[in-house]
């Protein structure tokens, strides 16, 4: 009886003999298995507890020795406890049968839906992969509706484009993103809620997403209380399911709240893995990081994946390591000013400080010309406001200045916007023209 080559395997991989190693040392964050020489770093392994089987991911090898990060809780592993190998990196289920789910950091449902096992057309990849290739991508010269007037018409981002919601905490980063959720006119979404508030969640999924949304959306959820592993990874999941899609041929939007919490995770992790802190605490590794993951997003040959990336920056200081290190990758920044949200200006963007490096690419000449006179008369304004207050301002001694007191009220309620009022980037440009026109 003949035996195929899958079946074949199979029954090898069955019959080869197990390899366990043993739990060594717990310290801290991390633990310690000897006795598995194959492992790689970035391996799962599985060690078994008195309560039940824990993964671990492999971050350091050293002779003889695995340092591990666990994805859950250590309570109850013991020094002695036994350790198998999975056989590789995590891997994640990719395909058309994920829009509408919601999954945790490792790609496992947690909305209460059939298991993914269960859906037909799903594959199995490594969250892990590569960036398309410089050469291979596309220029970005198509506009991507955001249905926010002040980034449509002043920082305008294009399909593909990399771009981040810069600012501290409290000043409507994760409003912004909700209300792009709702206004973009991509196909797919693919959302990463990254070591955000647990009350936060439900809260998105209802309020600001809804069925609607949620309907071509996947939703990658790894709220602040769960492992740094898995929080890592949350950003690797859905990066990889919008790169699925992507290699399908659509476009998509990859919203990911927040990057400077994917940082704080891999600080952890390389900490707890013994490298040496750098830049305010952040070890190398974190540097390394944030280019490979931001470059996975962009044009490819098929598709486009375009990324929309919240900055907690610390202190309200754009020089952040985090901040800064991210504007040199990313294709523009959106900064969100303190000033502007007190005041109860929302969306709170600071126009003249934001900026879409690819905005003469997908915009025309007359849309370009519009944005352009609207920004020096914002300009104009923030260098005379001081003297409008005290009253020593002369009218006619900027034209700009000048033109921009006569249209402050208009220019005000063309910027501001509220959650529910999403604009048509058609409609956003034509009530731009009526705002700068003469």
């Known amino acids: 009886m003949s035996v195929d080559a899958a079946v074949r395997g199979r029954l090898l991989t069955a019959a080869a003999p197990l390899h366990l190693g043993t739990v060594s040392e717990i310290v801290g964050l991390h633990l310690d298995v000897r006795g598995l020489p194959q ?203 919008a790169e699925w899609f992507r290699d399908a041929g659509r476009d998509v939007v990859l919203m990911m709240d927040s990057l400077t919490r994917v940082a704080m995770a891999q600080r952890e992790i390389g900490l707890s893995a013994g490298e040496p802190p750098a830049t305010r605490g952040y070890p190398p590794s974190v540097f390394g990081l944030l280019p490979r993951l931001l470059e996975r997003a962009g044009t490819s040959a098929t598709g486009s994946i375009t990324g929309i990336y919240t900055v907690l920056v610390e202190g309200d200081d754009l020089q952040d390591p985090i901040g800064d290190t991210a504007r040199s990758i990313l294709d523009g920044h959106v900064v969100l000013s303190r000033e502007l949200a007190t005041a109860g200006h929302f969306p709170a963007v600071d126009v003249l400080e934001s900026i879409s490096r690819v905005h003469g690419a997908v915009t025309t000449p007359e849309q370009r010309e519009n944005a352009t006179r609207l920004r020096r008369m914002l300009a104009a304004h923030r260098s005379v406001r001081e003297l409008v207050e005290i009253g020593a301002y002369v009218a006619g001694a900027d034209a700009d200045a000048d033109a921009a007191l006569a249209r402050l009220p208009r220019i005000e309620e063309f910027l501001r916007q509220s959650l529910d009022d999403l604009t048509p980037p058609a409609t956003t440009w034509d009530r731009l023209a009526a705002v700068v026109a003469p």
């Open 39 to 241: 492992a790689a770093v970035g391996d799962l392994l599985e060690v078994r507890t008195a309560q039940g089987p824990l993964l671990v991911e492999i971050a350091a090898l050293r002779p003889g020795v695995a340092t591990c990060l666990p994805l859950g809780s250590t309570t109850g592993v013991r020094v002695g406890d036994h350790v198998r190998t999975t056989g590789g990196p995590l891997r994640v289920h990719v395909g058309e049968a994920l829009l509408g789910r919601v999954l945790d950091g490792l790609g496992r449902p947690v909305d209460g839906g059939p298991a993914l096992d269960t859906l037909p057309g799903l594959e199995t990849v490594p969250t892990e992969n590569a960036a398309p290739d410089a050469l291979t991508r596309p220029r970005i010269t198509v506009p991507l509706g955001l249905g926010v007037r002040s980034l449509d018409a002043l920082v305008p981002v294009g399909r593909g484009q990399r771009i981040g919601i810069m600012a501290g905490s409290g000043v409507g980063k994760s409003s912004l993103l909700s209300m792009i959720a709702r206004g973009t006119d991509a196909a797919v979404n693919v959302i990463a809620l990254v070591g955000e508030r647990g009350r936060e969640v439900r809260e998105f999924l209802d309020g600001d997403l809804g069925p609607e949304g949620l309907a071509h959306s996947v939703v990658v959820v790894a709220t602040s209380d769960a492992p740094a592993v898995e929080r890592l990874r949350a950003a690797s999941t859905a990066t990889r399911i």
